[in-house]
């Protein structure tokens, strides 16, 4: 979506995501649709995509990485090494 449609055709798809997320019975408000959702970069998908694969196995050893495949685009993420942050500092 980021690529293929306009800001206003993404507004328009994401105001129609608030009204459906809004009909449902929640222990959370969806609040405003304009301050509560918007489009994400890649990097940002990968990266919530790793953490909820993580922290849904529920055990101490995380996954290597992972893999996501959507509509127009592909992110891939992955725990770097302590040894490989160190020399990247």
């Known amino acids: ?10 507004n328009e ?3 129609a995501a608030h009204r459906v997320m809004g ?3 929640a222990t959370f ?3 405003r649709w304009n301050t509560n959702t918007r489009v ?3 990097s940002v998908e990968g990266l919530y995509g ?10 101490e050893e995380q996954i290597s ?5 959507g509509g127009a685009s592909m992110q891939i993420a992955y725990k ?7 020399k990247e500092r």
């Open 80 to 86: 770097v090494p302590n040894t490989q942050r160190a």
């Open 40 to 42: 994400i970069p890649g």
């Open 23 to 25: 009909g449902f019975r």
């Open 65 to 69: 990485g992972l893999i996501e495949l």
């Open 29 to 31: 408000s969806v609040g």
């Open 50 to 59: 790793w953490v909820a694969l993580n922290y849904g196995r529920g055990v």
């Open 1 to 10: 979506m980021r690529e293929t449609l306009s800001v206003d055709q993404q």
């Open 13 to 15: 798809v994401l105001r």
